[in-house]
């Protein structure tokens, strides 16, 4: 409950400051990009926040954006991190293995199109199933630092069962379908998704049965940057 405001909750960063990132990737800024956009974020992270817009063909998006000072910041923070952990070395703890670990993760966390091509892998391999959304790029908005994406409304929190509840899911559905899909992901596929907090597993209702007068949970996944990717051996072992 103390930490859950980092997932989608922390203190954002404000307009201007986030759309010279949009004009520093395209030449331009969100008045001009986009038809309409959503200068107060609907959501904020550790490494990003997310803006809801319309496009000129009217298609609803959410834009994410990379906070511009991030990457100065990180090779300040790494250098630190390199610098202690050589201190602790001699002491018999060798833990420069974990600061390269965590440096690779988040650096991939860092690239907007890695995450983007991510979710398609994702998308690809659940193509055509109901209960499982991932949302759709739009790439021609989507540079290193700027990930556009389908916009999916209704989206309710997997740690408020009351509101699942409310909405008519059942939450031992909700359970099964998160954890078949999350799964499946990693065992079928090898695509493992390494960051399955509830800031980016959502669940919505969709209208099922032969009538569309019962509502069924459907699991929407995002945030695609830190994949791990494991071999057919493992997978099976």
């Not at 070395?89 to 650096?107: C, H, N, S």
């Not at 209960?131 to 999916?152: A, C, H, I, Q, S």
């Not at 909405?167 to 990693?186: K, M, P, R, W």
């Amino acid at each position: 409950d103390v930490l859950r405001v980092l997932t989608d909750a922390a203190p954002y960063h404000e307009f201007d400051e986030m759309n010279g990132v949009l004009v520093s990737e395209f030449g331009m800024g969100a008045d001009e990009l986009f038809a309409s956009f959503d200068k107060v974020p609907i959501a904020a992270a550790s490494l990003a926040q997310v803006h809801r817009a319309t496009l000129k063909d009217g298609m609803h998006v959410a834009v994410k954006i990379l906070y511009p000072s991030l990457r100065k910041e990180m090779a300040s923070d790494f250098a630190m991190f390199r610098r202690l952990g050589g201190q602790i070395k001699p002491g018999g703890y060798d833990m420069l293995w974990l600061v390269e670990d965590f440096e690779t993760a988040i650096r991939s966390e860092l690239d907007c199109e890695h995450e983007a091509r991510n979710c398609e892998i994702a998308g690809r391999l659940f193509a055509g199933r109901r209960g499982v959304k991932f949302p759709k790029v739009v790439w021609d908005l989507t540079r290193n630092d700027v990930l556009v994406m389908e916009y999916v409304p209704g989206l309710m929190r997997l740690t408020e069962p009351e509101v699942l509840q409310a909405n008519g899911l059942q939450l031992v559905q909700c359970g099964q379908i998160v954890s078949d899909t999350l799964t499946e992901l990693a065992l079928v596929h090898g695509h493992v998704h390494g960051d399955p907090h509830a800031g980016n597993i959502y669940v919505i209702g969709e209208r099922a049965g032969r009538l569309q007068r019962a509502v069924s949970p459907c699991v929407v996944v995002l945030d695609h940057g830190l994949y791990h990717h494991i071999d057919d051996t493992l997978r099976r072992d």
